[in-house]
């Protein structure tokens, strides 16, 4: 089979498939026994990341498993960062730490020049997955957008909102602004180096789009996609961006139109006949089942998948969830909604 004959492939270049392609964010992870069983081996995460044998095992359990469309290759936002000297770590129940990058000064620790070596093992899983997969699954990889890189650099941690990331912007928009300028460039270094290791699909992952109002989010969402996108355009012209600015809402509209993404992965800021009426008729898009029903009502949310198909389904759409599986879910729940959706036809 063709890479293009892909089915998630053919969607994203705007056909109409007979049944929606399927993948999940977090679809790898310690919701499955067999990763929590991988994961023992080595506890510190990024480690994990960098092990390319762990990495592609990790990868491909959920392909194993379940059989969606893509493989997104296992790794982390946060390995950008980390790459430019900006020391990361994990601890068990606090998600990630960081020493907090807030000023002008500190940024001068920060050296673009060892990213691609520091990076190379998540090359070489990439290469290793693509060997392994199914010939008609798709192999993504992806990265955290500039906006998102930029808020657990400066904050330092995980926050609920990022206010005082925020402040900072608006304190030190020169310091700000170089920020998101080696965020971007890194960026468009890693997301090519994706694909030219065997990628055929980039995610870009703007977690945290949804706290800033319009004249930020215009600033440091859309302006460094945009940047970002015409960059892997001009040296992959037939690779498709997805962009994923969460809890966007209505501003999502604009970030499509601006940025000359392929698709957007949307979540439950966007209303279901919102999308469809304004999103669709300009890019296709990618979402948006509830996370949360996906662990707790294997029922309901069996429903709910029926209805988001019913809405989108007439014109191309990739099934995904809002945000990540969580932890808790059964991964019989996400059985019953693989098996769904490969059964699934809209007629
Ligand atoms: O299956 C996949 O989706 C691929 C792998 C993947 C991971 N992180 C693995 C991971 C992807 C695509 C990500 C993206 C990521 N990482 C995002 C963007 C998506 C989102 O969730 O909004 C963000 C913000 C991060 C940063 C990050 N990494 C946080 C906040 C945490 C801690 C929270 C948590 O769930 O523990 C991580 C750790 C992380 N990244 C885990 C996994 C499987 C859990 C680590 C573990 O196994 O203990």
């Known amino acids: 089979m063709n890479s293009s004959d892909k089915i998630l492939l053919r969607a994203l270049r705007g056909e109409r498939t007979a049944r929606a392609p399927f993948w999940f964010m977090r679809q790898a992870g310690r919701y499955l026994p067999e990763y929590r069983a991988l994961r023992k081996q080595t506890p510190n995460f990024l480690e994990f990341c960098y092990t390319p044998s762990l990495a592609v095992e990790a990868t491909l359990q959920p392909i194993e498993r379940f059989g ?47 990213l691609s070596a520091h990076l190379a093992p998540v090359y070489a899983a990439l290469a290793k997955t693509k060997a392994a997969l199914p010939k008609e699954t798709a192999l993504i990889g992806f990265c955290g957008a500039p906006w998102t890189l930029a808020c657990y650099t400066v904050q330092g941690k995980s926050s609920k909102d990022f206010a005082q990331v925020k402040d900072v912007a608006k304190a030190q928009p020169k310091f700000f602004g170089r920020l998101i300028t080696l965020f971007s460039d890194a960026v468009i270094i890693h997301a090519k180096a994706q694909i030219e290791a065997g990628a055929e699909i980039i995610q870009l992952f703007d977690s945290w789009a949804g706290v800033l109002a319009e004249e ?83 029922a309901k949310m069996l429903e709910e998948a029926k209805k988001i198909l019913s809405v989108l389904g007439d014109k191309a759409f990739v099934f995904n969830l809002a945000h990540g599986i969580l932890p808790h879910t059964p991964p019989e729940h996400v059985q019953a909604l693989c098996e769904f959706l490969k059964q699934y036809r809209h007629d």
């Open 68 to 114: 969606m469309d893509a493989a997104i290759i296992f790794s982390d936002i946060l390995v950008i960062p980390d790459a430019l000297g900006v020391a990361v770590r994990f601890e068990e129940g606090h998600g990630p730490l960081l020493t907090p990058v807030d000023s002008e000064k500190s940024l001068e620790k920060l050296d673009s020049k060892k």
């Open 216 to 298: 930020e989010f215009a600033k440091f969402v859309i302006a460094p996609t945009k940047k970002i996108v015409a960059a892997i355009k001009a040296a992959h012209p037939d690779v498709p961006v997805i962009g994923f600015p969460r809890q966007a809402g209505v501003k999502t509209l604009a970030y499509v139109a601006q940025t000359g993404l392929q698709a957007v992965s949307i979540d439950g800021s966007v209303p279901l006949e919102w999308a469809r009426d304004n999103l669709q008729p300009v890019t296709v898009v990618q979402g948006c089942l509830d996370q949360l029903l996906l662990a707790d009502d294997k």
